[in-house]
T-cell receptor, first 114, second 116 residues
Framework: KAGVTQTPRYLIKTRGQQVTLSCSPI?????VSWYQQTPGQGLQFLFE???????NKGNFPGRFSGRQFSNSRSEMNVSTLELGDSALYLC?????????????FGPGTRLTVL | AQKVTQAQTEISVVEKEDVTLDCVYE???????LFWYKQPPSGELVFLIR??????QNEISGRYSWNFQKSTSSFNFTITASQVVDSAVYFC?????????????FGTGTRLKVLA
């Protein structure tokens, strides 16, 4: 089975721009979660989608949004980029999400904001 | 309050040494899950193990072993006869939650350097 894929792998943007990141989960997985990883804050949960609905949300401003499509693929959007948004964005998929499920991670998209 | 604590920021060992990575967690739930992930330089988090709160049996998988002790809220990870390829950042994570809302909480990670 193919693993979680994320595109693009690297991205450079300037302040004020917006960006869209894409995640394709493992086949059969319906839950997709997004995380931001920075040296200072570590791994922080952004949000989780299941059946095209946002089911859980972390403490990030409204500039961070996402969506999930009927094939479980997910996109994450960040508007009005700030320097502090530079990070590795990781996507994780699991069968149905929830307490007992194991999350499997993609390789991440490294976003640099200049 | 930190829910998952990995007090060791960085550990360096010489190849073939054994090394233990500590993880201490905090939760009020009786049902929860603990995980270990490995993050090599490529960036992808690789799943290593999952343990539920009712299963305190230790587990061994090749050179890897895990010691889960509810009495001390710890879930430690030992690598026996370490190899250079074990060099990575290792994360401990806790999954907890009730009523359909759950959280997946990661520790800050321990960077392991295995020197040849």
């Amino acid at each position: 089975k193919a693993g979680v894929t994320q595109t693009p792998r690297y991205l450079i943007k300037t302040r004020g721009q917006q960006v869209t990141l894409s995640c394709s989960p493992i086949s059969g997985h319906r839950s997709v979660s997004w995380y931001q990883q920075t040296p200072g804050q570590g791994l922080q949960f952004l949000f989780e989608y299941f059946s095209e609905t946002q089911r859980n949300k972390g403490n990030f401003p409204g500039r961070f949004s996402g969506r999930q499509f009927s094939n479980s693929r997910s996109e994450m959007n960040v508007s009005t980029l700030e320097l502090g948004d530079s990070a590795l964005y990781l996507c994780a998929s699991s069968l149905v999400g929830g307490l007992t499920d194991t999350q499997y991670f993609g390789p991440g998209t490294r976003l640099t904001v200049l | 309050a930190q829910k998952v604590t990995q007090a060791q920021t960085e550990i360096s060992v010489v190849e073939k040494e054994d090394v233990t990575l500590d993880c201490v967690y905090e939760t009020r739930d009786t049902t929860y899950y603990l995980f270990w992930y490995k993050q090599p330089p490529s960036g992808e988090l690789v799943f290593l193990i999952r343990r539920n709160s009712f299963d305190e049996q230790n587990e061994i998988s090749g050179r890897y072993s895990w010691n889960f002790q509810k009495s001390t809220s710890s879930f430690n990870f030992t690598i026996t006869a370490s190899q250079v390829v074990d060099s990575a950042v290792y994360f401990c994570a806790l999954s907890e939650g009730t009523s359909g809302t759950y959280k997946y909480i990661f520790g800050t990670g321990t960077r392991l350097k295995v020197l040849a």
